[in-house]
């Protein structure tokens, strides 16, 4: 029952009462009237007992139904409260809408959005929400209102009427009827932060799944992983049957420069020739630092005679940038092993120890010079 209809039956009832009053009183002047002519004193005496037993019964039975009324009207308020109590305590905000207006919000759904509860009530839910995302959530509540689906669960964003953009969660349910119109239940939650934490530690996990595979000096791959794609060019090479070839590659007197010039001066030649290796790659090649001054290049689709006329181009554009550390021009070259899959080897063992036996001839050669295995 609601407080609508409990007050309805309390005006019903007095109304009963002072109706019964007005028809006793009808009845007692009757019979007063029609006693002096046709009744005796006895008779009009009874009558009149008669009448008022069943006024006062009926009075009783009146009086008591009002008072339990009034117990109901009691309970409701009292359920009322407690129920306003527990949606004012919530943790997210609740609101009812009735065509696209607000009938009812919580505190929370207020300080959410930085209004009052009473400006609230004057505003179209759609006032709220930004206008890119202002179509999502019509469709979503009409989709509610026609019972498409049983529940509702979007995200959009709105503003604050400080003017801060915030990010929203809006959950809901099929429109139920309240006063024979359609309503929407809604609860929402100010997800920003959340997005933002995700947002982080998104970021986070791309840097350290970067950090995990790429050399933090040159932003060259790394050793782990050369070992764990070589092993998958090999398989497709082999699958698809074209060669892959590879360069294997080691700066000379490197350990000179750091002592004579400093581990600073030693990085700068690490970072110059990693720019060597990604300017003469291609975006399917796979440039990696193999460790200390060893740098590895693995080439798809590649012939061995192709591997050669590109580790010679390097080692050309090496020694054509010597390095200026201060006032000093450090010039810097390096050795080239070329090794191919299948001719050199088979596996990724063979195929790197085919490529490093080639560098070591390059470099008892001389070094500053290529050799194919």
Same mark, same amino acid.
């Given at each position: ?5 409990s007050?309805?039956?309390?005006? /019903?009832?007095?109304?009963? %009462?002072?109706?019964? /009053? ?8 009757r ?13 009009? @005496?009874?009558?009149? %007992?008669?009448?008022e037993?069943?006024?006062r ?11 339990e009324?009034?117990?109901i ?15 004012d305590?919530?943790?997210?905000? %609740?609101?009812?809408? #009735? ?13 959410i ?15 709220l929400i930004?206008?890119?995302d ?6 979503a509540m ?6 498409? @689906?049983?529940?509702?669960? #979007?995200?959009v /964003? ?9 990010a929203?969660?809006?959950s809901?349910s099929a429109?139920?009827?309240i ?5 929407l ?19 986070l996990?791309e ?14 791959y ?5 070992n764990?794609s070589?092993?998958r ?5 082999d ?6 070839s590879?360069?294997?590659t ?11 010039y400093?581990?600073q001066?030693g990085?700068?030649?690490?970072k110059?020739?990693?720019? +060597? ?6 975006a399917?090649? +796979? ?5 200390g001054?060893e ?8 012939s061995?005679e ?12 090496? %020694? ?5 550390i ?15 899959y ?14 490093d036996k080639?560098l070591?001839?390059?470099?008892d ?7 194919s295995?």
């Amino acid at each position: 029952m609601t407080d609508q209809d409990s007050q309805e039956n309390e005006h /019903n009832l007095r109304a009963e %009462i002072v109706r019964l /009053n007005k028809v006793v009183e009808a009845l007692m002047n009757r019979v007063e009237r029609s006693s002096s002519i046709h009744s005796s004193d006895f008779n009009q @005496f009874q009558t009149t %007992i008669m009448l008022e037993n069943l006024v006062r019964e009926r009075t009783e039975a009146l009086e008591a139904a009002l008072s339990e009324n009034e117990k109901i009207n009691r309970a409701l308020h009292e359920a009322e409260e407690k129920f306003h109590r527990v949606l004012d305590q919530s943790l997210v905000g %609740i609101a009812m809408i #009735i065509e696209e207006r607000f009938h009812y919000v919580n505190h929370k759904f207020a300080d959410i959005f930085a209004y009052d509860v009473e400006r609230l009530l004057a505003i179209n839910i759609i006032e709220l929400i930004s206008e890119v995302d202002q179509p999502k959530l019509m469709e979503a509540m009409r989709g509610a209102l026609n019972k498409e @689906f049983s529940q509702i669960n #979007i995200t959009v /964003n709105a503003q604050r009427r400080t003017g801060e953009v915030i990010a929203v969660e809006i959950s809901g349910s099929a429109a139920i009827e309240i006063n024979g119109k359609p309503a929407l239940i809604a609860v929402m939650a100010d997800i920003t932060e959340r997005l933002r934490s995700e947002r982080a530690v998104k970021v986070l996990h791309e840097q350290l799944q970067y950090q995990a595979i790429h050399d933090p000096l040159t932003g060259l791959y790394n050793r782990l992983f050369l070992n764990e794609s070589l092993d998958r060019e090999l398989l497709l090479a082999d699958r698809q049957g074209y060669p892959v070839s590879v360069i294997m590659t080691d700066l000379d007197h490197f350990k000179a420069i750091n002592d004579r010039y400093g581990h600073q001066a030693g990085d700068k030649v690490l970072k110059a020739f990693a720019d +060597i290796m990604r300017r003469h790659s291609r975006a399917s090649d +796979i440039d990696c630092r193999y460790g200390g001054e060893e740098f590895f290049l693995v080439l798809p689709d590649t012939s061995q005679e192709t591997a050669h006329q590109r580790a010679e181009q390097m080692r050309l554009s090496l %020694i054509a940038q010597p390095l200026v550390i201060g006032e000093s021009i450090i010039p810097v070259s390096a050795s080239f092993g070329v090794a191919a899959y299948p001719a050199s080897g088979l596996s990724c063992a063979e195929l790197i120890g085919a490529a490093d036996k080639a560098l070591y001839a390059a470099k008892d050669a001389g070094r500053n010079r290529v050799i194919s295995a």
